[in-house]
């Protein structure tokens, strides 16, 4: 038996224990994060949240991103029966014009909510009838509604003192001392194309198509195609012109602001590089300069620029402008400081001076770094624009915080969360589609 | 032998008998091209900003004058009152570490669910090799999706407080860091994980055990540069919406004058902290990358 060389054990044992202290460290960071995380979540309230937390909201919300409801609306004292799509002035049908499913007749107004609902209003009071359940009558006595329904009161409708209402699955209805009213639920966003005073509502495509091409001119004055974008483009309900204009101010302010900020930081990022500026305070300053605007970070300049241009697209373009010129002069600085030295030695041989040197030597090199990074951040920018255009007041983000913040279009909001969506991945691939293009092309 | 020289397109091809003229050509059509494009930038660069000039409420010759006038006023107000900065920067404190912790789990949720999406993502290492457009589209959709859009709306349904900012900002870390994590895990050298495959690791240990070591440097150094990006971001949706130090702003700027000191504390928190952040993660970025 011949011995085996010392260090074994030694080494046997600094195997083991980086082992266990790897081992360690792997239990060790998870353990932290979730520690970590549990903090957070205390220190986050997440009980109290569950409890504030308004999921009927949510329902809301989703109910209108699909469908849209129809007010039938009769004012108690007047006997007036109004017809409005989301309850909005601007979609009230005009005078003599009603949805199929709601028939006027003197003073009786039948609403046919399908699947067999059907609510009447009459010179009694209301009634409506629900399959499988019975008729709700109800009349006014003194003033106040009195109910006369099958016992006992389902929990899907509610009785005070002053108010009945029903909700079913085919709409809602209540009946209070000043008016009665009926919500019919329809699928699809309701006057997208043309609104209810626009001449081609409620036409199919076929007839469309027919009156834009063969048929007589409803206006003398100009074609029906003409008249049918003018009507579309300035529908009031869903206002598409407006919009247009907006994802286009929004699209315009991400691309001046990318542009600007790189034509600023290029010349400024020779000064920042270690090769091209061999003054080293001059450089610091440069570097320390370009920290300063990213540090004071988008919103702060925001709020600054929009205290003295006021709101709009300027405001939002100089705003990005500003805070990626420091981003862009840190990144290009980079860039220049890794070129090959090489064709700039080339380039001087022929007695060239320095910024034929930089032309010709530096930015050839340098330029697919670039153009990769500012495509990069037009992308990027359009997604700031829209959160800089809720603050300046410009493009579609304030578009989209208005209808947020009155809390009932949620139609529209889903209208514009499609838009923006749409509008990134069109920058996103209109950037990608570049990218590929001058860089591999060049 | 032409082909191979000069490639495929169709169009005029160099006369090979000249070679000098031939070059010439071709530098003059690149120098016109160029030319055509530079034209073509400049016009549209000009008539971009008179038009958001145009649409803007205040001109810009006239806000530049004014530009200045804001911040002078906040600091000669603060001036006036420094002897209550410490004060309140010590108020605004609690609403700073807010807006660091709504980042940091935002980060870090966000992280964890792209390691699992890009790992189910990328070509040759995915679990279901068949599903790798549908979580490629599902990352695409994640980062298109603009956070302030999310946290308005579940600002609605959750009510306030930093909770709808830390999903926004998350779901959109999720898409962002999920796409860079493909790209870096693409480049993993392959034998490890076949080495665990031959003695019957399952998917999950062979991610685990022979990727996630190999890619963890580059990993960490992408989700360090988003964890700047999403201070900012949070800081930003607080002013938009509810919670952290954003919010606190939106009020002291709501409040205008006499609240100047506040705005300017804040202000320099912001600042301190970004810059803190930046230079840390900087260093701790290059180390990482240069380590490996």
């Given at each position: ?5 010392a260090p074994a054990p030694a080494l046997a044992e600094t195997v083991t224990r980086r082992f266990a202290a790897g081992r360690r460290i792997a ?416 | ?179 860079l994590f493909s790209e870096v895990a693409e480049n993993a050298d392959l034998k490890p994980v076949e080495g665990l495959a031959s003695v ?93």
């Open positions: 038996m011949t011995a085996l060389p239990f060790a960071i998870p353990t932290v994060i979730l520690v970590y995380l549990v903090y957070a979540a205390v220190s986050f309230d997440i009980t109290g949240l569950v409890q504030r937390a308004r999921f009927e909201n949510a329902a809301i919300l989703l109910g209108d991103f699909w469908s849209h409801k129809t007010h039938v609306t009769r004012d108690n004292r007047t006997g007036r029966v109004t017809i409005a799509i989301e309850g909005e002035a601007k979609g009230t049908y005009p005078e003599g014009m009603v949805p199929e499913w709601v028939g006027i007749a003197g003073n009786v107004t039948t609403i046919d909510l399908g699947g067999g609902h059907v609510v009447t209003y009459d010179d009694r009071g209301a009634r409506y009838v629900v399959p499988g359940y019975g008729t709700l009558d109800i009349r006014p006595e003194g003033g106040k509604p009195v109910l006369t329904a099958p016992r006992p009161i389902p929990d899907w409708i509610s009785v005070s003192e002053n108010k009945v209402s029903a909700t079913t699955a085919a709409g809602r209805f209540s009946y209070s001392r000043s008016k009665v009213e009926t919500f019919r639920y329809e699928p699809g966003w309701e006057l997208w194309f043309f609104t209810l005073d626009s001449p081609f509502y409620g036409k199919s495509w076929g007839e469309l198509l027919a009156l834009a091409t063969t048929a007589d001119r409803i206006d003398p004055a100009r074609t029906n195609l003409g008249y049918m974008a003018r009507e579309f483009w300035t529908n009031k309900m869903w206002r598409h012109g407006d919009v247009a204009w907006a994802i286009f101010e929004t699209i315009l302010m991400a691309f001046l602001g990318t542009m600007s900020a790189a034509l600023v930081a290029l010349p400024l990022s020779f000064l920042a590089a270690r090769n091209f500026n061999p003054l080293g305070p001059l450089r610091f300053v440069a570097r320390r300069v370009f920290d300063f605007i990213r540090g004071v970070d988008g919103l702060i300049w925001t709020i600054i620029l929009s205290r003295a241009f006021g709101p709009g697209p300027m405001t939002g373009a100089i705003a990005i402008a500003i805070t990626d010129s420091g981003t862009f002069g840190k990144t290009f600085s980079e860039a220049l400081e890794n070129i090959d030295d090489k064709q700039v030695e080339g380039i001087r041989s022929t007695g060239a001076n320095g910024l034929q040197r930089a032309r010709f030597g530096v930015i050839p090199q340098v330029t697919p770094v670039l153009l990769s990074q500012i495509l990069y951040y037009l992308e990027s920018n359009t997604r700031s624009a829209t959160v800089i255009g809720a603050i300046v007041g410009g493009g579609i983000g304030l578009l989209l915080t208005q209808a947020i913040n009155t809390q009932k279009d949620w139609e529209e909001v889903a209208y514009y969360m499609v838009l923006i969506v749409l509008m990134v991945m069109l920058m996103d691939s209109l950037s990608g589609w570049l990218r590929r293009r001058l860089i591999k092309g060049a | 032998m032409v082909d191979v020289a000069f490639g495929p397109e169709p169009g005029r091809r160099p006369n090979l008998v000249d070679p000098q003229a031939a070059y010439l050509d071709l530098v003059r059509r690149k120098r016109m091209y160029g030319g055509i494009l530079l034209v073509v930038f400049v016009a549209l660069m000009a008539s971009g900003w008179r038009l958001a000039e145009d649409r803007n409420a205040g001109g810009f010759l006239g806000g530049l004058g004014q530009l200045f006038d804001f911040p002078a006023e906040v600091l000669a107000e603060a001036w006036e009152k420094r002897a209550l900065l410490p004060a309140i920067f010590r108020d605004h404190i609690p609403a700073l570490i807010e807006t660091l912790n709504i980042a940091a789990v935002a980060t870090l949720t966000g992280a964890m669910a792209a390691m699992a999406l890009s790992l189910l993502a990328t070509r040759g290492l995915a679990r279901w090799p068949r599903l790798i457009p549908l979580f490629r589209r599902a990352m695409d959709a994640l980062r298109a999706i603009p956070e302030i859009v999310v946290a308005l709306v579940l600002i609605y349904i959750l009510g306030g407080g930093p909770v709808p900012a830390v999903i926004a900002i998350a779901l959109h870390t999720g898409g962002a860091l999920g796409k019957g690791a399952s998917w999950g240990q062979r991610m685990w055990l022979g990727v996630i070591p190999q890619v963890a440097p580059n990993w960490l150094s992408y989700a360090l540069l988003r964890f700047e990006i999403n201070v900012r971001a949070s800081a930003i949706l607080g002013f938009v919406g509810e919670g952290g130090i954003g919010h606190d702003l939106k009020i002291a700027m709501q409040w205008g004058q006499g609240r100047y000191d506040e705005v300017v504390a804040i202000f320099a928190l912001l600042f301190l902290t970004i810059v803190l952040i930046d230079q840390v993660s900087d260093r701790c970025r290059h180390k990482l990358v240069r380590g490996n």
